[in-house]
């Protein structure tokens, strides 16, 4: 009588087809702290407090699943006179969060009004909004049959 070595320990096949591939795809992810200083050595930037900052780094970098360049471009972004600050780094990525809490048509409309000055804003939307209601009335007139008034 022969038994399959599967049948008699079916973890076996369980062990054989054990892909380790998806462990080393997370090491890639990882936090590289010294080329994170070689940028900062490059730009002329420096730490507000090393210990906690470099720390607070690593949680970030951990939270957003980021690496090492994507967490050094907001770091440099947000520093200011040469100095990374981990806290402004936080209040830009909560800004960013309420920001992509808006529709994209609410989105559109905070873009156009970013893009120009309040004035020209108000402007537009008003010629929008009056050509809107002129558009309308037409419509109205069309529908009921009456003669347009100039």
Sequence with gaps: MTVSLSQAFPEIEELASYDEAPVRANLTNDFDLDHFRQFMA???????????????????????????????????????????????????????????????????????????????FLAEIKQTRNAGIIQAERDVLKTNGRPRLA
């Design 42 to 120: 490059r730009d002329g930037l420096r730490f507000q407090d090393e210990q906690s900052d470099v720390l607070e780094l690593f949680k970030i970098a951990d939270e957003k699943k980021w690496t090492w360049f994507e967490t050094y471009q907001l770091a440099k972004g947000t520093a200011v006179s040469q100095v990374i600050s981990v806290k402004r780094m936080r209040e830009k990525l909560a800004q960013q969060s309420v920001a992509s809490n808006f529709s994209p048509k609410e989105a559109t409309i905070i873009r156009e009004a970013k893009s120009k000055t309040a004035l020209q």
